[in-house]
């Protein structure tokens, strides 16, 4: 856990524990305190290694290796003799002393041995046959000799040494050993074993979830348009409680890509279907994917928001940009539905975020009058008024940074009608200076008024830099707006706000009263300082 310094970095020591398709951690303990791990491995003498960063984020040239250890580790390691295993190699090594290997306590001899063995090919394929098949042989020894076939299957196959390698992957992936049956259903998978197709359908319905999973990625390589039934059953099955089950079946069918299958199932009466052909949909960038933007689940329809933005799928960016109408209150009622996307749901930002950043690509007048309507809109929550509202303000010359993800997106400014900008900003900053509930944004708005040169109502500009009881800061725009329109009542309002009791107020006051009234102000800023 690198923090930068070492009297808060550490290493965590925890499990992983079988969950569904995948993992789960499990006993996260903190190992070791005060170092600053940059790396982490085992030695053959039964010793942790650990390199260490020394301080800081930049590096000075030096450094420090630990060495972690426990006595009882000690002996093992010397007991097992992996050290003199690995020193000599494993080319010379005889097939019976492989095999026996394949159970050694160090992971490093077991994989050796298993990618020694599967090198020799037809020589030892009998005997790897013969360990896997022996129930008495210890389970790791058995995951090691099946491994070894995989790798026969994948480097031989379509020889008669891959084949039979290949018939004995198949009769794995019925073994009551539910690691076993995964692996070998894996390993299918891996070699491009078509006379395993029947099987593999069959293991999507096993009961062992990792099985399962390792079937549709196995049905996804090999291409199979027939497993598109099984693959549709595994999400309406799961029924999204299993994220690594899911996403072994939607992989498979992008890698199948069929397209008008996939659109089928994006029609659907169970959304767990259709979000599954929503996120294969996603893998392929297929354009398809615009028609569930407007999914009655919100989830399918914010996933479909998610895969349109952040792959940058251009075609269907009016459509998500379009989206925003939804949220708008001037818009016509068939158009005003938010849905299930209220305030309070945590999935409204996320997609008001896209929809936003959508109409900030674009340039046509549709998307600038949509960003300054969403500016406006009490439907959306404050977050996203001033996210819409800082598109709004940037929208002729927008900055590189897009509001997402902070990627870099060059957007030329010459592409932006200007006057058009201005059009929209004179019929939205009244509004949203003199209406919008949030103070920060009222003033935000005046700023830009004042900058750009919008004409906004002086006397409910006047009331707010003279009432007492307003926001200081929203006092403080007020007051500067009222000076960029040379207002006659300037004057009242400066010497309102330099006896408030808000310092902030009272220093854009004097401010202010610097830049129309230089020689009076002196004594104010003497007495200030």
């Not at 000599?88 to 160090?106: I, Q, V």
């Not at 041995?113 to 020799?120: D, I, K, N, P």
């Not at 509004?431 to 830009?448: C, V, Y």
């Amino acid at each position: 856990d690198f923090l930068g310094v070492d009297a808060y970095s550490q290493i965590w020591s925890f499990k992983l524990n079988p969950k569904g398709a995948g993992y789960e951690i499990k006993d996260a303990e903190v190992f070791l305190r005060e170092v600053l791990p940059t790396d982490v491995d085992f030695g053959t003498d039964g010793c942790m290694w650990v390199t260490d960063w020394f301080d800081g984020w930049t590096s000075d040239g030096t450094g420090r290796l630990y060495r972690v250890w426990q006595a009882e580790s000690l002996e093992k390691a010397k007991a097992a003799g992996g050290a003199d295993i690995l020193k000599n190699g494993f080319r010379g090594a005889n097939t019976s002393d492989l095999l026996a290997w394949l159970d050694h306590a160090d992971r490093r001899v077991r994989q050796g041995a298993h990618l020694e063995l599967a090198a020799r090919g037809g020589a030892v394929i009998d005997a790897l046959v013969a360990l896997a098949n022996n129930f008495q042989t210890p389970d790791r020894a058995r995951l090691h000799g099946l491994w070894a076939l995989g790798i026969v299957a994948r480097t031989f196959g379509g020889s008669p040494m891959g084949d039979k390698a290949c018939d004995e992957l198949m009769q794995l992936a019925a073994d009551p050993n539910s690691e076993l049956k995964a692996q070998a259903t894996r390993a299918l998978g891996d070699s491009r074993c078509t006379k395993s197709l029947e099987v593999l359908r069959t293991i999507t319905l096993d009961e062992n979830p990792r099985a399962r999973a390792y079937a549709c990625a196995a049905l996804g390589r090999l291409q199979d348009k027939e497993a598109i039934a099984n693959l549709t059953a595994v999400l309406w099955e799961n029924d999204n409680a299993d994220p690594w089950l899911r996403q072994a079946a939607t992989t498979a069918l992008a890698r199948i890509g069929d397209r008008a299958k996939l659109e089928v199932m994006a029609a659907d009466q169970f959304p767990q279907v259709r979000l599954g052909a929503l996120l294969a949909l996603r893998q392929m960038r297929d354009p398809a994917i615009g028609r569930l933007l407007f999914d009655s689940d919100a989830t399918i329809a914010l996933e479909a928001a998610r895969a349109i933005y952040d792959l940058n799928i251009e075609s269907q960016i009016p459509m998500l940009a379009a989206l925003g109408e939804r949220f708008c209150e001037r818009a016509n009622s068939s158009q005003t539905n938010v849905g299930a996307f209220t305030q309070q749901d945590p999935r409204t930002l996320p997609l008001l975020r896209r929809i936003i950043a959508a109409n900030r690509l674009l340039a046509d007048s549709q998307a600038l009058n949509r960003l300054a309507e969403l500016s406006q809109s009490t439907l959306i929550c404050a977050a996203a008024r001033m996210l819409a509202f800082e598109s709004l303000a940037q929208w002729a010359t927008p900055e590189a940074r897009e509001p997402v993800h902070g990627r870099v997106i060059d957007i030329d400014a010459k592409t932006r009608d200007e006057k058009m900008w201005k059009r929209a900003l004179a019929f939205s900053l009244p509004m949203i200076s003199s209406s919008s509930p949030d103070e920060t944004l009222r003033g935000k708005a005046r700023e830009l008024a004042g900058k750009v040169g919008i004409a906004l109502d002086s006397a409910a500009t006047l009331r707010t830099a003279l009432d007492t009881n307003a926001n200081p800061s929203e006092r403080a725009s007020c007051l500067r707006l009222l000076a960029q329109e040379h207002n006659p009542q300037l004057a009242n309002a400066v010497d309102a706000a330099l006896m408030s009791q808000n310092p902030k107020l009272r220093a854009a006051a004097r401010g202010v009263f610097a830049k129309y009234n230089a020689p009076k102000s002196i004594p104010l800023l003497e007495q200030a300082v």
